[in-house]
């Protein structure tokens, strides 16, 4: 069993920044990938961003250049920085683990809110 726990959502003005993170405890049997989701209201479930634990990333294209994604894998913690934040950007924001079993575990998220 894994947990995943994400803290550092809020509600900022467009153009503001915050930053997220999340820890996993538990038996992970090996960290393949984390990463964040969003899902805003009435959309479904995007992603948002992957760290691969050879710390190759993955980015959405509407969050590039915005949004850096990083790890300690040694710590099992992961952190989004948001920078030059949208009002599009608000969404509940989900942590995400896949372990080398390929299991998929989740947090239970975190709400953004940008303000106009």
């Known amino acids: 069993q894994v947990q995943l726990v994400e803290s550092g959502g809020g509600s900022v003005r467009t153009g503001g920044s915050l930053k997220l993170s999340c820890a996993a405890s538990?038996?992970?049997?090996?960290?393949?990938?984390m990463g964040w989701y969003r899902q805003a209201p009435g959309k479904e479930r995007e992603l948002v961003a992957t760290?691969?634990?050879?710390?190759?990333?993955n980015y959405a294209d509407s969050v590039k250049g915005r949004f850096t994604i990083s790890a300690d894998f040694r710590q099992n913690t992961m952190a989004l920085q948001m920078n030059s934040l949208k009002p599009e950007d608000t969404a509940v924001y989900y942590c995400?683990?896949?372990?080398?079993?390929?299991?998929?575990?989740w947090g239970q998220g975190t709400q953004v809110t940008i303000s106009s």
């Open positions: 760290i691969a634990s050879t710390f190759s990333t």
């Open positions: 538990g038996s992970t049997f090996g960290i393949n990938v």
């Open positions: 995400y683990l896949q372990d080398n079993r390929r299991f998929q575990y």
